[in-house]
């Protein structure tokens, strides 16, 4: 077996288990739970460990939207903070941003497992750019859209492909020609196990490149899994 079988393996398994833990809520119609992330998590899972100089600097001028974004635009060491202070349009869309998310003491406890070092707090600097939103109907225009991140949402919560491909779709229509969707995490992609016609097809629409991540962070933030980047084609 070689490393990358082993990789390819490592993310199948981590996906596997959290499709039971995904039954498990399916079956007792549980919401789906929200956390909130460090901007030192997006540093490591979508910009190759880069640092704070640089991914800012390289979103400079650019539109970027947090898909699923969950709590957090509420947490103190978040990248909308870091985005906020370095004058960049971050966006947060999550459905919950409708007044569902209370900020109680679970939302707390969650916050210290995930990311101890952040603070909960509905005023936080760059969170009133959170929009009520769901991802296959996003506010905004044609062709706007630069970057688009999401972690812990897509092929995780969201895995039927009927719904991913409606959920593309939608991203297709608002990035710009070249633009990207960073997510995270996923399994290895592997085209000939598309089952859905129309998910073949839009996924056909973007350029995917994947990266393998080891273990960081505490391993339940960024279990071994890859990483991808899709770039609208045209
Ligand atoms: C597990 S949380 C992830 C939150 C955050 N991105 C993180 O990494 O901690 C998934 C989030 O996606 C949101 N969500 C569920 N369905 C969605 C949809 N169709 N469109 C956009 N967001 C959705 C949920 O409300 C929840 O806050």
Same mark, same amino acid.
């Given at each position: 077996?070689?490393?990358?079988?082993?990789?390819?393996?490592?993310?199948?398994?981590?996906?596997?288990?959290?499709?039971?833990?995904?039954?498990?809520?399916?079956?007792?119609?549980?919401?789906?739970?929200?956390?909130?992330?460090?901007?030192?998590?997006?540093?490591?899972?979508?910009?190759?460990?880069?640092?704070?100089?640089?991914?800012?600097?390289?979103?400079?001028?650019?539109?970027?939207?947090?898909?699923?974004?969950?709590?957090?635009?509420?947490?103190?060491?978040?990248?909308?903070?870091?985005?906020?202070?370095?004058?960049?349009?971050?966006?947060?869309?999550?459905?919950?941003?409708?007044?569902?998310?209370?900020?109680?003491?679970?939302?707390?406890?969650?916050?210290?497992?995930?990311?101890?070092?952040?603070?909960?707090?509905?005023?936080?600097?760059?969170?009133?750019?959170?929009?009520?939103?769901?991802?296959?109907?996003?506010?905004?225009?044609?062709?706007?859209?630069?970057?688009?991140?999401?972690?812990?949402?897509?092929?995780?919560?969201?895995?039927?492909?009927?719904?991913?491909?409606?959920?593309?779709?939608?991203?297709?229509?608002?990035?710009?020609?070249?633009?990207?969707?960073?997510?995270?995490?996923?399994?290895?992609?592997?085209?000939? *196990? *598309?089952?859905?016609?129309?998910?073949?097809?839009?996924?056909?629409?973007?350029?995917?490149?994947?990266?393998?991540?080891?273990?960081?962070?505490?391993?339940?933030?960024?279990?071994?899994?890859?990483?991808?980047?899709?770039?609208?084609?045209?």
């Amino acid at each position: 077996m070689t490393a990358f079988d082993g990789q390819e393996r490592a993310a199948d398994a981590l996906l596997g288990m959290f499709r039971v833990y995904r039954r498990a809520y399916d079956t007792f119609r549980l919401p789906v739970i929200s956390t909130g992330r460090s901007f030192e998590f997006y540093r490591r899972v979508f910009f190759d460990g880069q640092s704070e100089a640089e991914v800012l600097g390289g979103l400079a001028g650019k539109l970027v939207v947090d898909i699923g974004c969950g709590l957090t635009p509420f947490t103190s060491n978040s990248m909308f903070r870091a985005c906020h202070d370095a004058g960049i349009e971050f966006y947060g869309v999550d459905p919950k941003m409708n007044g569902q998310l209370r900020l109680g003491h679970f939302d707390r406890l969650k916050i210290y497992f995930n990311n101890p070092r952040a603070r909960l707090d509905r005023n936080a600097p760059g969170a009133e750019r959170r929009v009520a939103a769901y991802a296959h109907q996003l506010p905004f225009d044609d062709a706007s859209v630069d970057v688009i991140l999401s972690s812990w949402l897509l092929f995780i919560w969201i895995e039927d492909e009927a719904a991913l491909a409606e959920i593309f779709a939608e991203f297709h229509r608002v990035l710009k020609p070249g633009g990207v969707l960073r997510q995270y995490p996923m399994t290895k992609w592997r085209p000939e *196990l *598309l089952a859905d016609a129309a998910w073949r097809e839009v996924s056909s629409r973007f350029e995917i490149t994947q990266r393998f991540l080891r273990p960081g962070l505490h391993w339940w933030n960024v279990p071994p899994s890859y990483t991808g980047t899709f770039t609208k084609k045209s």
